[in-house]
């Protein structure tokens, strides 16, 4: 079956403007997330979606960041104003039911270029 | 909050040699631990976990170990393939999420 997929795979945008990354997670997983890796770190926890809503938006930098998952399955993140420094690869991740440990499944992420 | 440090940053073995990357985490209350590998380009992808209730887990040519007492983790490759060439993360879970090791890059030399 279809993995979790991301769109675009590449983004470059200028300082400033506003940019939506999208996440399609596999089909039935209710559980979504939204991590953050820079060149040479670990992926770092933006946002966890637990069905439509966001269940733990305590890694989100600041207001400029924003998610949503309305119908609980396809989500989109949604930065304004970006800033040089939010130039990352942005990976989204689902799992089953997002409760207890179980396994979560990555996207490829998308590369976010602020110039 | 949880704190996942992981070493070395940067391995090279030999093909055919084994390979242990090793992780320390803060939160007590951490009981699942999975470890990721990143190719280029790619995301990461499962490749192993370990709960606690376990400490030792094997799977063909890669296995995981668990203290939980001194909250430590490591994850050992056998018999090393250029194909295992890649970042290899640890990571302990956090409330509903997980927190990320800095990442691993192992090189295996034909």
């Known amino acids: 079956g279809a993995g979790v997929s991301q769109t675009p795979s590449n983004k470059v945008t200028e300082k400033g403007k506003y940019v939506e990354l999208r996440c399609d997670p596999i089909s039935g997983h209710t559980a979504l997330y939204w991590y953050r890796q820079s060149l040479g770190q670990g992926p770092e926890f933006l946002i966890y979606f637990q069905g439509t809503g966001a269940a733990d938006d305590s890694g989100l930098p600041n207001d400029r960041f924003f998610a949503v998952r309305p119908e609980g399955s396809v989500s989109t993140l949604k930065i304004q104003r970006t800033e040089r420094g939010d130039s990352a690869v942005y990976l989204c991740a689902s799992a089953i039911t997002g409760f207890g440990k179980e396994t979560q499944y990555f996207g490829p992420g998308t590369r976010l270029l602020v110039l | ?110």
């Open chain 2, 1 to 110: 909050g949880e704190n996942v440090e992981q070493h070395p940053s940067t391995l090279s073995v030999q093909e055919g040699d084994s390979a242990v990357i090793k992780c320390t985490y803060s939160d007590s209350a951490s009981n699942y631990f999975p470890w990721y590998k990143q190719e280029l380009g790619k995301g990461p992808q499962l490749i192993i976990d370990i709960r606690s209730n376990v400490g030792e887990k094997k799977d063909q040519r890669i296995a995981v170990t668990l203290n939980k007492t001194a909250k430590h983790f490591s994850l050992h490759i056998t018999e090393t393939q250029p194909e295992d060439s890649a970042v290899y993360f640890c990571a302990a879970d956090y409330g509903q999420n997980f927190v990320f090791g800095p990442g691993t890059r192992l090189s295996v030399l034909p």
